[in-house]
């Protein structure tokens, strides 16, 4: 939520504002602009308003119109694992570590 603050910026954030202080004087202290602490807590009411909550995303696309077997879901997995591990190999190569 917000700006992309981190989770420990918004402990801060959450912490400071409980404590009575202002957005000025929040953002002075986290290095950021009043308008984008205010902006954080807008957000923070509209989505609980709206009943969303800081939870992962679920899975994007259409559902599944008949359900996986286990041998296709451990094929799944260690094709997704193989294209990490590939990711991962280049990213060292790249990085000039392999």
């Known amino acids: 939520m917000g700006k992309?603050?981190?989770a420990r910026e918004r402990e801060q954030i959450e912490r400071l504002r409980q404590s009575g202080e202002t957005y000025a004087s929040i953002g002075k202290q986290l290095?950021?602009?009043k308008e984008h602490i205010k902006e954080y807590f807008r957000r923070k009411r509209n989505n609980e308003q709206l009943g969303i909550y800081a939870s992962p995303p679920g899975r994007k696309g259409r559902p599944r119109t008949?359900?996986?077997t286990k041998?296709?879901?451990f094929e799944l997995r260690v094709n997704e694992l193989e294209?990490?591990?590939d990711l991962l190999r280049s990213f060292l190569r790249a990085a000039?570590?392999?």
Request: aromatic share 6%; proline share 6%.
């Open 83 to 85: 294209r990490e591990n």
């Open 31 to 33: 290095g950021r602009r």
């Open 4 to 6: 992309h603050y981190t």
């Open 71 to 73: 041998m296709r879901e």
């Open 96 to 98: 000039g570590r392999r």
């Open 66 to 68: 008949t359900p996986l």
